[in-house]
């Protein structure tokens, strides 16, 4: 838990990536974000260790037992600034700054397999899906679940990675990544002492589910 306790969840990506570029592969410390709570063992026990390249590619990297997964940063708090601009137009300029500056701290990104044509592409230029994370979510449970979905020929490209983790409703790779972010909020909202700094700690948010996205 010490090394998640490293992580700074209001830290902006913006800050350590050179201007004009991109965080999602240029930011050493979103990589490094990404990294930590990502290695740990898997649900079979298993250990699920990733490894950084020496330079920005690979970005990182998961290898055992003749299996190779490359994984890239992909950001899931899209803001859809051109379909939403009469939305935006009616906030207030520190409003917007504030949502801008949100959805670059680590809570607004996901790693999933690199390849041409991967999901980190093919969700953000689905018709049906166009980036939005909460129909992204429903088409992986759907693959947990045998079903069927616009991205399901995507996801059934790299099965093996997503096998991994077992189903959606036990220990998917969904699971896996909120378990480790609950230990990063710990370390955010208690100090040594355990007194709750509640100003960081964020609203108990209600689970839903996608229910209207058909194949």
């Known amino acids: 838990m010490e090394d998640l306790c490293e992580i700074d969840v209001d830290y902006n990506f913006f800050k350590d990536t050179p201007a004009g570029r991109d965080p999602e592969s240029h930011s050493p410390t979103l990589r490094r974000y990404h990294q930590l ?15 950084a390249g020496r330079t920005r590619s690979p970005y990182l990297v998961y290898q055992a037992n003749g299996t190779r997964f490359v994984l890239g940063s992909d950001t899931i708090a899209t803001r859809h600034r051109r379909k939403l601009h009469r939305l935006y137009a009616q906030l207030p300029d520190k409003v917007n700054d504030v949502f801008l500056r949100r959805s670059y701290t680590i809570c607004g990104f996901m790693v999933f397999p690199v390849s041409r044509g991967g999901l980190n592409q093919t969700r953000g230029i689905h018709p049906r899906i166009q980036d939005r994370w ?38 998917s790779i969904i699971s ?24 960081r700690c964020p609203p108990t948010c209600q689970r839903t589910r996608v229910t209207a996205l058909t194949a």
């Open 176 to 199: 896996f990544w909120a378990t480790s972010w609950m230990r990063v909020v710990q370390c955010a909202c208690y100090s040594p002492s355990t007194t709750p700094n509640r100003q």
């Open 37 to 51: 709570p990502w290695s740990k063992p898997l649900p079979d026990g298993r250990p699920f260790e990733l490894h």
């Open 134 to 171: 909460d129909l992204t979510l429903e088409a992986i449970r759907r693959f947990y679940d045998g079903g069927t979905s616009p991205l399901a020929l995507t996801i059934d490209r790299h099965a093996d990675f997503f096998e991994l983790f077992g189903s959606f409703r036990d220990t």
